[in-house]
């Protein structure tokens, strides 16, 4: 009896659509996301994460209507954000069916907001997502989806957050999001050592592989990854064989 | 009759009124005392603060005919802090009195673990029990939770373990508990709920 490791779909949707940023193209469509869900659902992810990246407000105010339609698909937990600046904003994606709560930009411009929505929802509803680059000395967090550097250490940015009621780390590294050379174990490392929380690693998965090492090397608790399910190249039922013949806890979903 | 959700005013009611409605019971939610005085089984669902319940409870005035269902043999099933809720006291808020359904008192989980415990994890059947009829025996449930009911001091019929062995699933005489979340643990889950649904008739 040991807790399962958890496998993570990401989907990041634009107006109501999710969508995968892909380079020299911009954003392409990748469907549904009530579809998705489901089919995620059935395939045994173990929790999802939708992130909000619309640049519009009518784009924003579909997010919601999304989130309504994809908690009707799903009897799984279900984690979203993107762009949360106030506690009333994080009671709407709550209430509009999500379980928890993602934020990141403005949790660093205010850290208050994560003692705001750990005292109003529990701890458990809040996940504080941390964008990491390496830099010289160490890491250093990230805003603005990996566009401002603020001299941040994200360990201690992690624990402070903690400290403030954060439930759950969700751990980016920039330097891999997207390169398919698979997580940044060392960071993961870091981070999971300095908090008492679980920590989700972001950012790299290409091979299975990947995730093996992420939660023997890495120490994570939990592994994220976008376009690599929505591409069907790998199952996550698959996934989860391969990690389970290897002695990572899985949940097998029969 | 119908099965009434109590609404405490924080809770995550849309899921557990979704996952009850699929298995075609017949639900509404309790925001007055009448609701639950008029009730064929009463759900407690929760998640936050354990002084927020308790005082959402009391401010709604809903903690009296709570007792009063309880007394009279009314099914109940509590579902994460609706479970802790039950309980005499929680560590969580230290002098704030819980339902008092049940003796003992809820305890943080140690620190030599990860808190919350989150994610999907397992159960020791101790006891057999109705709520867990035709679940498999090392069937995931998905948890969200700092503080549990030690299992040796709860009237447990399957204990969970996280830096300590915990009360997963309570039940005594029309009192059903359980300390994850079943309506977002997939379809066994779903069979936790069918099975609190079939059992009232």
Redesign the interface.
């Known amino acids: 009896m040991t807790l399962a490791r958890r496998i993570i779909p990401c989907l990041d949707v634009d107006a109501g659509r999710v969508v995968k940023g892909v380079e020299f193209e911009g954003l392409r469509d990748m469907g549904d996301p009530a579809e998705l869900a489901a089919r995620y659902n059935r395939e045994g992810a173990d929790e999802l994460v939708f992130l909000d990246i619309s640049a519009t407000n009518e784009g924003r105010a579909t997010f919601l209507e999304t989130i309504r339609r994809v908690a009707q698909q799903l009897n799984i937990p279900l984690t979203a954000g993107g762009g949360i600046r106030t506690m009333e904003q994080g009671r709407a994606v709550l209430r509009a069916g999500a379980d928890k709560v993602t934020v990141n930009t403005a949790a660093i411009q205010r850290p208050d907001l994560i003692s705001e929505l750990a005292q109003q929802f529990g701890a458990q509803a809040v996940v504080l997502s941390i964008d990491v680059k390496r830099n010289g000395k160490g890491w250093e967090a990230y805003t603005r989806g990996g566009r401002d550097a603020t001299g941040i250490d994200a360990e201690q940015w992690a624990r402070e957050a903690v400290r403030r009621g954060a439930g759950e780390i969700l751990l980016t590294s920039i330097d891999r999001d997207g390169t398919c050379t698979g997580f940044d174990c060392e960071l993961t490392a870091t981070i999971a050592r300095a908090v008492s929380v679980p920590v989700i690693a972001s950012g790299g998965a290409s091979t299975f592989q990947d995730f093996l090492d992420v939660f023997q090397d890495g120490r994570a608790d939990a592994a994220l990854a976008a376009s690599i399910f929505h591409q069907e190249t790998h199952s996550i039922a698959s996934l989860k064989q391969f990690l389970a013949e290897r002695g990572i806890p899985v949940r097998l979903s029969k | 009759m119908k099965i009434s959700i109590v609404d405490y005013g924080?809770g995550?009611l849309?899921?557990v009124e979704?996952?009850l409605g699929k298995l075609g019971a017949d639900t509404q939610l309790a925001t007055a005392p009448e609701h639950i005085e008029a009730a064929k089984a009463i759900v407690l669902p929760g998640?936050?603060?354990f002084s927020a319940f308790v005082n959402g409870l009391r401010e709604r005035n809903l903690d009296r005919p709570l007792r009063a269902a309880f007394d009279a043999g009314v099914p109940i099933l509590g579902i994460c802090l609706g479970l802790q809720a039950m309980f005499a006291a929680s560590e969580e808020a230290p002098g704030e009195p819980g339902l008092g359904f049940l003796q003992g008192e809820v305890r943080a989980l140690p620190?030599n673990v990860?808190?919350?415990?989150?994610?999907?994890?397992?159960?020791?059947r101790m006891r057999s029990s109705e709520l867990l009829r035709d679940v498999?025996d090392d069937a995931?449930f998905?948890f969200?939770?700092?503080f549990a009911a030690p299992a040796e001091t709860a009237p447990t019929v399957a204990a969970?373990?996280?830096g300590m062995p915990f009360a997963a699933v309570v039940e005594q005489r029309n009192l059903l508990a359980v300390q994850f979340?079943p309506?977002?643990?997939?379809?066994v889950?779903?069979q936790v709920l069918r099975n609190f649904v079939e059992a009232l008739g």
């Not at chain 2, 309506?183 to 379809?187: A, D, L, Q």
């Open positions: 924080a995550n849309p899921s979704r996952a998640v936050g603060h620190s990860k808190s919350p415990h989150i994610g999907w994890n397992q159960l020791r498999p995931y998905y969200a939770h700092s969970c373990d996280h979340h309506e977002k643990s997939g379809e889950g779903a």
